[in-house]
Each structure stands twice: as C-alpha cells, then as structure tokens.
C-alpha cells in the first residue's frame, strides 16, 4: 500500500562510490519503500571542480546493479543554479545576508572550537561590516550563534553552499524523510532555521552510524579496497546487500539478498547507534564462508 512517504539518496558524485555510501543508499531506500513509500534520486554536483558526470553515469549504474531503482527522473543541482538565487534573492530581501572576507585561517585563529563536537563556530566578523564581495553568510537568530553561527550559503567563488541547496531541494521534490550519516546531525538546526524562513515543511531526519575502518575513521573515496570498482569484480549484488544487511542488525547472520527481500526485516530498532568497524578482509571472510565462491 503506497503511502506519502518521499525518500532520497543525494551522492556527490566526487568519486566511485564506497560501502559506506552503499549502506546510506540502502537504508535510505528500505525506510521508504517499506512504508510503500517513494525514494528519489539527487545528483548532488553543484562543486564542479571535484564533481564529474562520468562520475555521477558510473553511480547511477552501480545503484541499479545493486537492484535500488529510484522513482522518477534523477535531479542534477548543476540545473538549478536559478532556483536557488530566487531563493538567495529572498533571503536578501529580508536582510538576512551579508557578504565576508575571512579566511579559513583567519576563523582558526580567531575562534574557539564548539564544546561539542569540535567545528569552528564563525564570530561574526563581517556581519557589520557592509561588504560588497565575498562568501555570502545568513545572520542566525540568537540561539544558533553559538552553536551554529552565522552559516555560508553561497561561497566567495559563487558556488552553492550545501546548507542552502539541500534545504531548497528537499522541500521542492517533496522529500518528508531524510536519512543519511550522523556525522551530518550538525546540520540540522541550521538546515530547520532555512525550513523556518522559507516556510517549507521540514523533514524527518534519521541519522544512521558510520561504516569506518580499523583505524576508527569512516570511509571514504580513499578507502579504495571496499569501493564498488573492486567490489564489484569480487561480489555479487545480492553478496553485498546482504552483508550489509547483516552488520546493520537487520540479520542476524550473513546471509545474500537482494535489497527487495529485506522490506519485511527493516526496523530502525534494530539499526546500531554506533559506527560499525569493517575492512575488506572481513567482507571477504563472511561471503566466502556462506557461498563458497573461490572467487569471493
């Protein structure tokens, strides 16, 4: 039964994915097609220096080798650069922004790091200043200064900043269910003040934890032993999907399976709240002892 649950996976298309976005794109798909929701597809490309479209065709391919089909057309932020300044243009109107000069350098240098979680909180430098150049920030409301700060949202080079395309995006496709890593619970509080302002819906968000390697750190586009151009030469989709299946607790041992046979099973009760260690030994060891495949 189909309800008006709307779910998305909005990559970056910097690289080949890795396992850790695999997993991202799993849960994201499960919770919303468990809820005979729909789940959409978001090319997240508005850094042109480091995003490509080879890129961006390679992943849509390994998501639908993978067997996680989106609804509908993908949406590329690189087509949206007007949607976006209408939305700057408002923010403006209502003397929110302001233009700043500082320097990554200058913010280390002047700022403490936030108490919780270590980000450099912006002092508000330039909020008075009256500068006609440079990155665009957004004045937060007291009780987002010192734990957020006055936020970028389009940078001194006239690139789109995340905070700003992702809030707009999300509301304009009608997404209602956010899933991605807890290391962007941060964003939240400031993602929910752009909500306020525009007067768009907010989403529910859920944060899922991170795959990292021995080292405790997560992975990424680095970690080139567990992402999918290897993957895919050693694995199976149904392998893949069911190993992740099994260290996010949805089974209780490995076993494959394709992302459609996990509906019944997906319950964020049963999603651990800390990151999972992995490194591709251990991949290796669980497929290959459940398949028997030499080449696994």
Not at 32 to 57: F, H, M, V
Not at 118 to 138: F, M, N, Q, S
Not at 177 to 191: N, Y
């Amino acid at each position: 039964m189909e309800t008006d649950i709307t779910g998305r996976f909005a990559p970056s298309p910097t690289g080949r994915m890795h396992l850790g976005n695999v997993m991202c794109a799993l849960l994201s798909w499960l919770d919303a097609k468990s809820q005979g929701g729909r789940w959409l597809l978001r090319i997240e490309d508005i850094d042109t220096q480091r995003c490509k479209r080879e890129y961006a065709l390679q992943l849509m391919e390994d998501l639908q080798w993978l067997g996680l089909m989106w609804d509908d057309n993908a949406v590329w932020q690189s087509e949206r650069g007007d949607i976006y300044q209408q939305h700057l243009d408002y923010l403006t109107s209502l003397g929110l922004t302001y233009h700043c000069n500082c320097t990554r350098n200058d913010l280390l240098a002047s700022s403490a790091p936030h108490e919780a979680d270590g980000r450099i909180v912006y002092p508000g430098t330039c909020r008075d200043k009256g500068l006609k150049e440079g990155a665009v920030r957004i004045r937060v409301p007291k009780e987002l200064e010192a734990t957020n700060g006055d936020f970028i949202v389009q940078r001194r080079d006239g690139t789109w900043a995340y905070q700003l395309a992702v809030v707009i995006d999300d509301a304009l496709m009608g997404i209602n269910r956010v899933v991605r890593g807890r290391d962007l619970k941060t964003s939240v509080p400031q993602q929910e003040f752009l909500y306020d302002v525009f007067g768009f819906r907010k989403p529910e968000f859920r944060h899922h934890p991170l795959l990292c390697n021995m080292a405790g750190l997560r992975l990424c586009k680095r970690d080139r032993s567990l992402d999918m151009g290897i993957l895919r030469k050693k694995y199976l989709p149904e392998e893949i999907i069911g190993y992740l299946a099994y260290k996010t607790g949805l089974t209780r041992e490995y076993r494959a399976a394709g992302a459609k046979e996990l509906l019944n099973a997906f319950s964020w009760s049963r999603i651990p709240e800390d990151d999972i260690m992995i490194n591709a030994d251990c991949l290796h060891a669980s497929v290959g002892q459940s398949s028997g495949n030499p080449s696994s």
